[in-house]
């Protein structure tokens, strides 16, 4: 009879002990990781490369704007402005 009360008394401390630490575990989902921080960088690179060529939009549209109807100051405004596109792809190689 000792032997039964305590094989009884020991199963149920092991299931108490197991029930205890189930209990300390978490089953909710683990929360959503924020996107990857190299997709925002190339985003901000691109944003960055469509605002230069804005820029050079617009400094080829006042330039053209100034020079008139004189189509040798347009001309020179084109030379100026292609002339840096070349030069921006030789430097990446």
């Given at each position: 009879?000792?032997?039964?009360?305590?094989?009884?008394?020991?199963?149920?401390?092991?299931?108490?002990?197991?029930g205890a630490a189930s209990?300390?575990?978490?089953?909710?989902?683990?929360?959503?990781?924020?996107?990857?921080?190299?997709?925002?960088d190339d985003m901000k690179k691109s944003?960055?490369?469509d605002k230069k060529a804005d820029k050079k939009a617009d400094k080829l549209a006042d330039c053209m704007t100034?020079?008139?109807?004189?189509e040798a100051k347009k001309a020179d405004c084109?030379?100026?402005?292609a002339a840096k596109k070349p030069a921006a792809k030789a430097e990446k190689k």
């Open positions: 009879m000792k032997k039964t009360t305590a094989l009884v008394a020991s199963i149920a401390f092991a299931l108490g002990m197991v209990a300390q575990t978490s089953t909710a989902p683990a929360p959503a990781t924020p996107a990857p921080p190299a997709a925002k944003d960055k490369m100034k020079a008139g109807m004189d084109e030379k100026k402005f």
